[in-house]
């Protein structure tokens, strides 16, 4: 690239980053037991709330910073020597991933998050796809596993730029999404995409020096403006995820093994099932509760409400299991049905170290009743924690008043629990 282009792209930067507010995001939450506030104090702005906290006439989760319209807008390019496929069109992407996008991030967030209908295509005058005619895929391949995104961006918004009345400078970072999408080689012999260099990421502004934070790692909290770079093959589900970054959700995969469980994990294939409750929780969608020993209903995640609770037990200051259900009925929700099983899943949360850290122990996953084929998943009715004498025992399953719930007793552990 040449160094003029860069410089009018660092002057587009720092126009974006005096104009900073600070974005929703910054409200997600911190998971320490002692700070478990469901109502802000007065004056301040908190998203479950549904009074109005910081007097302004709203109720707090109908506030601008809390009710998420977003607008996307989506920009395909291709490598001068990487061709994108004939049948990866826009109408592909409305039909195959936008649609879908819609429905569930707007179901996932009990309607707090809604994403236009539409996406709005930024096109060439000829055709659908913008192409970076000086630049190989190569090109930005500079060693790292993600790639020079950096410089592919600047490449992307100075040919869309100087072709179109496009202007970066133009986005509002609270409404914004600026969705990049790139060609990818496909090997049609396995039917299976080759990696190029650059990488699958959600990046975001950094306030201070206006770069491009670190892919998929970032903190998210920081957030200015939301990009997201994406292969022209990848599917449903990573849209899906990707979005979740820029409503301030963050990683779980590396943080523990939600994996299937929950969006920000990974591992659920084509179709994502919802955010977990921690995550809602840490979105300002659902509030906590903390439990003791004792016989409780746990509604699932499907069948509860914007601002409902959900039940924890804690173990200390830092340390305490969420316990979650789930049901992947298709009677209570299109997206949940992606859910692994009907169960009571059991999160172990630890939040003394930087980066909170959820693990769903081995046989974490509690059944009232198992199936045939439970027998061979890490299924049980019971969960027992030795180290911090508590047992969890699911005992019976209700699905009456369009609810489905499980009945959990918590107990202290017996000696010969831990023999
Ligand atoms: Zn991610």
Not at 25 to 43: F, I, Y
Not at 210 to 220: D, F, R
Not at 245 to 273: C, Q, R
């Amino acid at each position: 690239m040449h160094k003029k282009t860069l410089l009018i792209s660092t002057a587009f930067i720092v126009l974006i980053c005096f104009s900073l507010i600070i974005p929703a995001t910054s409200l997600a939450r911190s998971g320490k037991v002692g700070n478990p506030q469901p109502e802000g104090p007065l004056g301040q702005l908190t998203c479950i709330d549904k009074i109005d906290n910081d007097l302004d006439g709203n109720i707090d989760a109908d506030d601008d910073d809390c009710k998420k319209e977003l607008n996307a807008k989506v920009i395909l390019v291709e490598f001068s020597d990487k061709l994108h496929r004939q049948q990866h069109n826009k109408r592909y992407y409305e039909k195959k991933i936008i649609s879908d996008l819609v429905s569930y991030h707007k179901e996932n967030s009990f309607g707090q998050v809604i994403l236009q209908e539409s996406f709005d295509f930024i096109t060439p005058n000829h055709g659908e796809w913008f192409k970076l005619e000086n630049k190989k895929e190569d090109d930005y391949d500079d060693g790292s596993d993600k790639g020079d995104i950096q410089q592919f961006f600047a490449d992307v918004i100075s040919l869309v730029e100087s072709a179109t009345s496009f202007r970066l400078s133009a986005l509002d970072e609270k409404k914004d999404v600026l969705i990049i999408v790139y060609s990818e080689a496909w090997n049609d012999r396995t039917a299976w995409p080759i990696k190029g260099p650059l990488t699958t990421c959600a990046a975001l502004w950094y306030k201070t020096d206006g770069v491009i934070t670190k892919c998929s790692e970032g903190n998210y909290k920081e957030a200015g403006l939301s990009i997201i770079f994406l292969s022209e093959n990848n599917k449903f589900s990573t849209w899906a995820h990707e979005i979740g970054h820029t409503i301030g959700a963050f990683d779980l995969y590396e943080a523990g093994n939600v994996s299937k469980w929950g969006l920000m994990g990974k591992g659920w294939g084509k179709n994502p099932p919802h955010m977990t409750s921690y995550m809602k929780w840490s979105l300002q969608w659902l509030n906590y509760n903390s439990i003791e020993y004792g016989t409780y209903w746990i509604n699932s995640l499907v069948t509860s409400n914007f601002g409902d609770y959900v039940q924890r037990y804690v173990i200390n200051e830092d340390k305490y299991y969420v316990l979650e259900v789930r049901t992947n009925d298709i009677q209570y929700s299109d997206w949940d049905r992606y859910a692994p099983n009907d169960a009571l899943v059991l999160y172990q949360v630890d939040e003394s170290g930087e980066e909170p850290n959820i693990n769903i122990p081995s046989y974490g996953v509690l059944k009232a009743k198992k199936s045939f084929k439970d027998i061979f998943l890490k299924v049980r009715k019971s969960f027992t924690d030795c180290d911090n004498n508590v047992k969890f025992t699911a005992l019976e399953v209700d699905k009456s008043n369009n609810k489905y719930q499980i009945k959990v007793k918590i107990e202290k552990t017996e000696p010969e629990d831990c023999d």
